[in-house]
Structures are given as C-alpha cells and as structure tokens.
C-alpha cells in the first residue's frame, strides 16, 4: 500500500497528487426493495493540505459523501483514489488500517467511549496502531494539551460539557497526526463559544498541514475553509475556492 503518512514537505513537491480523487462516484442504498441513489455522479479532487468544506441541505448526500471519504462504507460505482491508491482494491484490512491510521474523524455527536476517560478514548487510534502503552499515553495526554484540556483527561466524557466532550473528539482526531482530518458537522450540537473553539482548532490542523474535509450545513462554519463543494441531491452543484 502506498505511504500515506503526515508529510508536507514531500507532497508539496507534488502538488499535482491529490490526496482524494473521486471519478463517477455513486452510492445506492437498498433497503428491502427499495433502492435510494444518494450519490449520482461525483467527481471530486482534494489536494493535500488543502481545507474543503462541503455544504448542502440535509439529505443531500453529505455524510454519505464522508462516509465514503473516510473508508466507513463502499461505493457503488466510480472508483476513489486515497493519495494515489485505488480504495476499491484493498481489503478489509488495508481499510481499517487506513481509518485507524490515516485518518482523523470528528463527528456531531462526538462518538466516544462513556465509560473510558477522556486521554483511553484519545489514545484509541494508537491502540489499533500497536503503539507501545507508554508512547500511547504519552501522545494522548499531549494532544489533550493541545485542545486545551491536560487537566481533564481522567474524566469521563459524562463528566464533561459537549464542547469539551468535541475537543476530546479533535484530539482523537489528531493524535495519530492523519493525512486526512474528516469533520461532519463538528459544531452541531455545540454552543457559539465551543462552535469557536473547535473551529480555531481545525484552523490550527490546517495551518500545521493537514488536509481537512469539514462537512456542514452552516454558512458561517463553512466560510473557515478555503473551498466550498456545494453538494445537492447527490450531485456537486459547486466548486469554489474563497481565499
Ligand atoms: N443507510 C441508509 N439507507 C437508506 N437511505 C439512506 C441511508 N443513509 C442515508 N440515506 C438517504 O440518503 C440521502 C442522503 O443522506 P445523507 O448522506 O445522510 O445526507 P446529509 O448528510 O446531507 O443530510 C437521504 O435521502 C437519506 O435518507
Ligand atoms: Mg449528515
């Protein structure tokens, strides 16, 4: 499998490889007979380093979009190229390791463990990494600094507030130092004040050199972001690049 590690400097002696490449992508969801085409044709191209966000109305297709970006579920046609690889080719294997080690996911509704502290739940991308325990630690309890949350990292997510609860998510996201940071609706469920603490922390990622995929359907949220992919009814309605 091709090298898909944190590593600027190289890439950006190539700035011609994306880091995603979507051709003809489609995606059917069947649920008994009934079959739904959520995606109908999506050609898109994402650079590294680059910070897209991809905005659209619900139902438009944007999780499944992500969801397919980040190796959580299977197109139905086109194909998907991951820093080169064709994503259709690899097995199930070379996909977890792909989702556990490559890239970084932050979701609505934050999706940690509740009954793990807050640095177990950061360190898990390390676990299935097979970083030593130590090291694994180590870097939880770091990327926990860098949210701003080194004194919370024995609390359960229960423990604390949903913007604390989504800066554990983030530092999840990042303690592996993916190629590909996946948001989807990051600030959903979180007040203005915590909406603009995870926002600056995306922006930190991205000046860092972190390709960033933000998915929401706020406009204020999607301006951060240095392109716009508008999606409607499964399609790409607009591309376009706004700094
Ligand atoms: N697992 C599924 N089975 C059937 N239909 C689905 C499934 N997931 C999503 N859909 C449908 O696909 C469309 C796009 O959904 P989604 O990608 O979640 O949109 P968005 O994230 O933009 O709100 C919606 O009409 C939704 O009902
Ligand atoms: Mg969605």
């Avoid at 990494?129 to 926990?144: C, F, N, S, T, Y």
């Avoid at 998510?169 to 979180?190: F, I, M, S």
């Avoid at 409607?232 to 591309?239: F, P, R, T, V």
Wanted: aromatic share 4%.
């Amino acid at each position: 499998m091709a090298e898909l590690t944190y590593a600027p400097d190289r890439w950006a002696s190539a700035p011609a490889e994306p880091v995603i490449e979507l051709e003809g992508v489609t995606k059917t969801y069947r649920t008994g007979t009934v079959e739904f085409q959520a995606l109908r044709g999506v050609d898109l191209r994402i650079g590294v380093g680059e910070y897209v966000a991809i905005m659209g109305p619900s139902g438009s297709g944007k999780s499944t979009l992500m969801n397919l970006l980040g190796c959580l579920d299977t197109l139905t046609t086109g194909t998907y190229r991951l820093a080169g690889e064709d994503v259709g080719e690899l097995d199930e294997i070379d996909l977890a390791e792909i989702r556990n080690r490559r890239i970084g996911f932050v979701f609505q509704q934050f999706n940690l463990l509740p009954s793990l502290p807050a640095w177990r739940n950061v360190e898990l991308p390390l676990v299935y990494g097979h970083v030593p325990a130590a090291e694994r630690r180590r870097r939880a309890l770091e990327a926990l600094d860098r949210v701003g949350l080194a004194d919370r990292a024995r609390n359960r997510p229960g423990e604390l507030s949903g913007g604390q609860q989504q800066r554990v998510a983030v530092a999840r996201a990042l303690v592996g130092e993916p190629a590909l940071v996946l948001a989807d609706e990051p600030t959903g469920n979180l007040d203005s004040v915590s909406t603009a603490d995870v926002l600056s922390l995306l922006d930190d990622l991205h000046t860092a050199g972190s390709t960033i995929v933000l998915i929401t359907h706020e406009a204020d949220v999607a301006r951060r972001a240095e392109r716009v992919v508008r999606v409607m009814d499964g399609l790409i309605q607009s591309d376009e690049v706004i700094r």
